[in-house]
């Protein structure tokens, strides 16, 4: 079976742009997570679905980020505009059930780079 | 709210054991544990439920104090390829209404 998809691996781009960054979770799981890995903070959720629905986005850190999930095989996290700040290692995991006994599972990530 | 990890980084020779910690400053609910080798995604080892659970993986086994809120991640007999870094996360006492909070992570390199 297919893990978590994400795309692109890699992005680059000037400070200003937008930014999506996409994630195809595994069939019938019906959570979805997007974490940000930096050095200094680590691995921070940012947001988290399930069936669709954003249920904490608590971790997202101002409002140049957003995020949809418009079906249960597809979401999207949007930074607009970008700033070299932002430039982190994005990972999207998603899982059947809650988090009590049931496993992560992670893509592969976006390793983004605002210049 | 973020667990704390210790040790930060450890170094072993093949062969060796380490034990790495992480601790909360609220009553859990469930641990999970994850390894991340550099520039790959965090892979799932082992989830530990509220009770005192141990369990184990191969040479790699972990147990749950939920007195002290804390777990230990045991890795014996060390090999090459448990080089990596470690993550525990951590559920609060609220089963299913609270995400799980990564702590930063324990570096463990295994040399020859």
Known sequence: DAGVIQSPRHEVTEM??????????????????????????????????????????SGMPEDRFSAKMPNASFSTLKIQPSEPRDSAVYFCASSLGDNSN?????GDGTRLSIL | QQPVQSPQAVILREGEDAVINCSSSKALYSVHWYRQKHGEAPVFLMILLKGGEQ??????????????QQSSLYLTAS????????????????????????????????IA
């Open chain 1, 16 to 57: 200003g742009q937008e930014v999506t960054l996409r994630c195809k979770p595994i069939s019938g799981h019906d959570y979805l997570f997007w974490y940000r890995q930096t050095m200094m903070r680590g691995l921070e959720l940012l947001i988290y679905f399930n069936n669709n629905v954003p249920i904490d986005d």
């Open chain 1, 102 to 106: 049931q496993p992560q599972h992670f």
């Open chain 2, 55 to 68: 369990k184990g993986h191969d040479k790699i086994s972990a147990s749950f104090n939920e007195k002290k």
């Open chain 2, 79 to 110: 090999q090459l390829s448990y080089s990596g870094t470690y993550f525990c996360g951590t559920e609060i006492f609220e089963p299913g209404n609270t995400p799980l909070v990564f702590g930063k992570g324990t570096r463990l390199s295994v």
